[in-house]
């Protein structure tokens, strides 16, 4: 059982390659969590696929893999006349992550304190 394991996750082969571009093109961050646990792992996931993709298609794949409460973020970044660079894209992500836990922190302090 062990061997067969080994070999279906360390194939180079059809089966292993599909796989994994199913498991990058179906990731999906979950609402409320990292972000930037999120951006490691789609990259590790691309990283995985030794393929060259276009970086217009990685930045179109990597915000549609964000949860929905991004929709207005994508919006506003696909109305650019251009798409960012994806080291712009991932710097934009995180700012608005990160506003959006700080907000939410604010908030909880505020209903603890009345």
Request: charge should be negative; avoid cysteine; glycine fraction near 2%.
């Amino acid at each position: 059982m062990w061997e067969k394991l080994e070999s279906t996750y360390q194939s180079k082969g059809p089966a292993r390659k599909a796989s994994l571009r199913k498991s990058l093109l179906q990731l999906k961050m979950e609402a409320g969590s990292d972000v930037r646990d999120h951006i490691r792992k789609f990259f590790h996931k691309l990283q995985d696929l030794d393929i060259v993709i276009v970086e217009d298609l990685t930045s179109v794949m990597l915000q549609y893999s964000l949860p929905a409460n991004f929709e207005t973020f994508r919006v506003a970044i696909e109305s650019h006349d251009e798409l960012s660079k994806l080291d712009t894209l991932q710097i934009k992500i995180i700012d608005e992550w990160q506003s959006r836990r700080d907000q939410s922190f604010s908030q909880d302090d505020g209903e603890v304190r009345k």
